[in-house]
Structure formats: C-alpha cells, structure tokens
C-alpha cells in the first residue's frame, strides 16, 4: 500500500483512529446494484493517527447506522478527546461496525 488517502478497514481487524476535522457532505457514487451514479450524504473524518501512528487520511462513513455512532461526539468537537477502535464485520448490507471510544491521555 503505497497510499493510504481513505482508511480502508479490514474485516475483524480493529484499526484504532484519531480524528482532528469532521465534515458532512454529499458526494456521488456508483451504485452497486445499479452501476448507476447517485449522490449520498457521508461523514468525512480528517485522520491524524492510525493505529498509533501519524496519518494523512480520511475516514469515509456513508451509513447511516454507523454514522450514529459518532452522533454524541460531534456536538463540540468531542471526538478530538477520543480514540476510536472500529472493527467492521460481515459486507455488503449486512456491513456492521463496533465502536469503542477511549479518552486520550496525550
């Protein structure tokens, strides 16, 4: 992997973040059912360290579901304070993710 400009998470291999910026936005993609494009609202979180390392990345989250996980840590930047430890199991639809936050001591 030579770049590594979107994290892109293994299935069952905990990947633990920090993030530094957080934007709502809409972007098109191409459906995969479809082949069609469309526009989807996502979540863009800027990286600053990945799994204890500095990172120049983006964290993309266009579910909804998951994108709730973050809910109570966007109101007042919160998320800077956390790490996050996701770990992403199953694919397609049946993608879940498990977040545990944990408080930085840095």
Known sequence: MVLQNYVRLQQGVPARLHFYH???MVK???DPLTLKPKSVQSLEFSVDELNGRPAVSTYS???DKHAQDFAPFLVGEKFKEYDFVITMTGTG???EYQVQSIPRTR
């Open 28 to 30: 098109t993609i191409t």
């Open 61 to 63: 989250i266009i579910s």
């Open 93 to 95: 639809f049946r993608t």
């Open 22 to 24: 957080v934007e709502k």
